[in-house]
């Protein structure tokens, strides 16, 4: 028999190498449960290696520039020698955030706050101090939801992860301030490898704001897996802000387990990046579960978005509705899998779909394919998808009331945008995003020194909430 | 003249629907259109107000002294030419507030002249609002987005009187509107009415013109106006029906 010839990428063979020399120093440190969990997943690595055009999920996608980086693994603690404001500056008008830092993959914070507690038992912080401080909480819920096989990444991450954000919310507690994570690269060739974990507890409550940020133009690779357990009638609202620059890898794959009643909302807006990929896979476990997935992209010159969003009605009575919407300039390129899945003792299940998109270019190209999958004979599934041009009729309409045709188009395509902008609950968040989308459709919106959200300085919302004149 | 149409051959997608329509308006005038489906009524104000895809193959509009063929619909609509849609559009997302402020901007800036002040465009649209009877959350709402029929309607007689239009043509403005509705668009038209504008109300039925009275009515066939007349010409119309007219006029 002929034996396969397998490509090994420059950056498989870089993270082969950074696994045998650190592989025996992390396990001094690791918790029992994360080196075994690092051994299986890079023993899967080794055999499937990254992703490749071949596999249904990756057809869209081609990673193999990527690949081909030489890239520096970071994984060593960033020492904290400077002000968190220095770096950190994310002020959002009328809108409390308890700020979590991440730099470079690593947790940003005085030694002795890695990880806090508050007075009603929240816990957040950092997710290796988690493992050492709260080891049996922890690793109950720790890679149980996402698993490490199936996926290059996900094993790439799983063996190579340092750090991340630990948030655990007790029975009953709502959170009041939302938690707003920032993460910034700000060193060039990295590849950063973090992982999150969420748990809220029964009859809780969190909204959390997830940032990925560039603060350069360096070229970056950051691999997030993130697991999120919402236990029964727990609530949480999920934002996901991309603003990475043009040369910027995001991989962002999300798994979620939904006990009964609990109810997820998910809004994520890719505002640029060179290339970005969010998963996520959302398992309605306990009837009477939730989910409200949307988001918004916003791509141009050669960027690349996929968005693969998995949501499966495991138990009857569930609801579950997925919105995305784009916006395409020059020769960017895009995917969107939308997935149902209903199982066969999932009746009662109602389940909707939908992808828009517009092409402003005839080089720009979408991909947009739904996916149903439905074994139970008393459901409600919809799907629709549409890619085209801006309306012909809304343009005549907007320029017979005097308005020029750049300022019309501006204003149909924000009015596009808006369907998913509206979901944002939290008002001065909308309205910074609203802020935001609008320099983007312009072409204004830069990758600034700071948090994205502080670039923005948009009018207060008294009489005139956008000077669309001026769009 | 404020309107001079002179032998105007329009298009559409190389099939001509306008075939020598001549036509004038002047101030403080009203012109009735009228005629059965599919005469070229809706092609004309198309024309007039520059719409994409209507190709003028033959002949000249005039307003204001100055030949537009070849003008945007937005140097159009800012020199003073207002339609009021059959079907008008919504836009999600954008507020009717935003929406009007926008466009009478854009009409100030064409002018050279500076933004309008916030409290005096407040104080402008409350005033507007009282004219067509419209509820003030309605101009808090997206444009068009969810309003019925009639809320449409009104609303773009509400814009008509807020951008003050040299020349304004509503066409098939009582589509769809029950007589209360009616009454209220007609008011408004009747009240935005002056010496120094005019109006072309484009038709199917004479009901509308017992409340908007007009100078002059005009039956327009197969691509021409084939017979004007005073107001007793809608009323003959109403009465007799358009199939006289095809009798006499078709090829």
């Known amino acids: 028999m002929e034996k396969k010839i397998k490509t090994i990428y420059p950056l498989e063979e870089i993270l082969f190498k950074h696994f045998g020399e650190h592989t025996d120093e992390w ?24 992703p490749n055009q071949k596999m249904e999920k990756w057809r869209s996608t081609n990673l193999t520039g990527v690949y081909e980086e030489p890239l520096e693994i970071f994984d060593r603690h960033v020492a904290f020698d400077k002000k968190l404001s220095d770096i950190f500056l994310c002020e959002v008008h009328g809108f409390n955030t308890q700020v979590i830092s991440m730099l470079n993959g690593s947790f940003y914070s005085p030694e002795n706050h890695e990880i806090t507690i508050t007075n009603e038992g929240v816990i957040v ?6 493992f050492k401080k709260y080891p049996n909480l922890v690793e109950k819920y720790f890679g149980k939801i996402s698993g490490y096989q199936d996926d290059g990444f996900k094993a790439v991450n799983a063996a190579f992860w340092r750090d991340g954000v630990f948030v655990y919310v007790p029975d009953g ?15 060039p060739n990295l590849m950063v490898n973090t992982r999150n974990l969420i748990v809220l507890g029964k009859n809780s409550r969190l909204t959390f704001l997830h940032c990925d940020d560039s603060v350069n133009h360096n070229t970056g690779l950051t691999n997030t897996v993130n697991e999120i357990v919402l236990h029964e009638n727990a609530e949480l609202e999920l934002y996901k802000l991309q603003n990475l620059n043009d040369d910027s890898a995001l991989l962002n794959q999300t798994y979620v387990h939904q006990d009964a009643n609990s109810r997820l909302k998910v809004n994520v807006l890719t505002l640029n990046g060179g290339m970005v990929r969010n998963e996520i896979t959302d398992q309605l476990n306990g009837q009477g579960a939730e989910s409200q997935i949307s988001g918004l992209y916003l791509m141009d010159k050669e960027q690349h978005i996929d968005n ?25 390129t895009g995917v969107f899998n939308g997935f149902i899945y209903v199982a066969r003792d999932a009746q009662k299940t109602n389940a909707f779909q939908r992808n828009n998109n517009v092409l402003i270019t005839s080089a720009a190209h979408i991909d947009t394919q739904p996916h149903l999958e439905i074994y139970a004979d008393d459901v409600k599934c919809s799907h629709g998808a549409t890619v ?9 309409y907007l320029m017979q009331r005097g308005i020029p045709y750049s300022d019309a188009r501006m204003l149909l395509l924000f009015a596009f945008a808006d369907e998913v902008i509206s979901k944002i609950n939290i008002e001065a968040l909308r309205i910074s995003i609203e802020d935001m989308v ?20 948009p009018e207060q919302p008294i009489v005139f909430d956008i000077d669309i004149s001026k769009i | 003249m404020l309107l001079n149409i002179k032998n105007l051959h329009v298009s559409i997608a190389g099939k001509e629907i306008i075939r020598g329509l001549n036509f004038s308006v002047n101030k403080g005038e009203i012109h009735a259109i009228m005629g059965p489906n599919g005469t070229g009524k809706s092609t004309l104000a198309a024309a007039i107000t520059g719409r994409e895809g209507y190709e003028i193959t033959k002949g000249e509009i005039i307003f204001k002294g100055q030949v537009i063929n070849d003008w945007s619909p937005d140097k159009r609509a800012n020199e003073g030419v207002f339609l009021s849609f059959q079907y008008p559009i919504e836009i999600p997302g954008v507020s009717m507030t935003n929406f009007m402020r926008t466009a009478l901007n854009a009409r100030r800036e064409y002018k050279e002249l500076p933004p309008i002040p916030a409290g005096e465009f407040l104080k402008k649209m409350e005033e507007k609002k009282k004219l067509v009877e419209i509820h003030s959350k ?4 997206s444009v068009n987005e969810g309003f ?17 239009p040299e020349l304004a043509i509503l066409d098939e403005t009582d589509s769809g509107l029950d007589i209360d509705a009616l009454k209220v668009v007609a008011n408004g038209v009747n009240q935005l009415k002056s010496d120094e504008n005019a109006f072309i109300v484009i038709t199917h039925y004479q009901r509308l013109l017992d409340y908007i009275v007009p100078d002059f009515v005009h039956v327009m066939y197969n691509g021409r106006i084939v017979k004007s007349g005073g107001k007793g010409l809608a009323l003959e119309l109403e009465e007799r029906g358009y199939d006289w007219i095809k009798d006499q006029f078709d090829d």
């Open chain 2, 148 to 164: 019925s029929g009639g809320e449409k309607k009104k609303n773009e007689i509400f814009q008509m009187a807020l951008l003050e």
């Open chain 1, 27 to 50: 396990k001094k440190s690791d918790h029992p449960s994360v080196t075994a969990l690092r051994h299986e997943a890079i023993s899967y690595f080794e055999k499937h290696g990254f």
């Open chain 1, 125 to 130: 912080g950092s997710m290796a101090s988690a």
């Open chain 1, 388 to 396: 085209g041009q801006l309306d012909n009729e809304g343009m005549f």
């Open chain 1, 308 to 332: 693969q969003i998995f949501v499966n009605h495991n138990v009857p009575n569930c609801n579950s509705s997925q919105l995305f919407k784009g916006i395409m300039d020059d020769e960017a």
């Open chain 2, 138 to 141: 309605l101009t808090n709402r």
């Open chain 1, 173 to 187: 507690v709502e959170v009041k301030n939302t938690f707003q994570l920032i993460k910034i690269l700000n060193q």
């Open chain 1, 438 to 457: 609008k320099r983007r459709l312009r072409g204004e919106l830069s990758i600034c020194d700071r948090c994205v959200l502080h670039c923005s300085n």
